[in-house]
Nanobody, 123 residues
Framework: QVQLVESGGGLVQAGGSLRLSCAAS????????MGWFRQAPGKEREFVAI???????YYVDSVKGRFTISRDNAKNTVYLQMNSLKPEDTAVYYC?????????????????WGQGTQVTVSS
């Protein structure tokens, strides 16, 4: 079992930066893919960035070059550094974990979720 708690959301002006953190409990953190997803009002949840058990990362095209996902296995924490934020980045951001080796960006195939943190980017 994995429990996830996000923090770091807030209100920022366009062009600004935020860093999200996700603290995980449980023994499977180091063996899990960790990801960040987001959901804007009226839209489906979409993947933003994924770290595949520390070996590689994957980003949705719209955030490449602006967002960076990283993880600290010693602290059981995953981060999302968001730079050059745009109003279209406004959403609730969720941390998720998926034990095992299967690589997927489909939210329904991820096992554990945090409660979400709101990110609002003003123009």
């Amino acid at each position: 079992q994995v429990q996830l708690v996000e923090s770091g959301g807030g209100l920022v002006q366009a062009g600004g930066s935020l860093r999200l953190s996700c603290a995980a409990s449980g023994r499977t953190f180091s063996n899990s893919a960790m990801g960040w997803f987001r959901q804007a009002p009226g839209k489906e949840r979409e993947f933003v960035a994924i770290n595949w058990r520390g070996t590689s990362t994957y980003y949705v095209d719209s955030v490449k070059g602006r967002f960076t996902i990283s993880r600290d296995n010693a602290k059981n924490t995953v981060y999302l550094q968001m730079n050059s934020l745009k109003p279209e980045d406004t959403a609730v951001y969720y941390c998720a974990a998926r034990p095992g080796v299967v690589r997927t960006t489909t939210p329904q195939q991820w096992n554990y979720w945090g409660q979400g943190t709101q990110v609002t980017v003003s123009s």
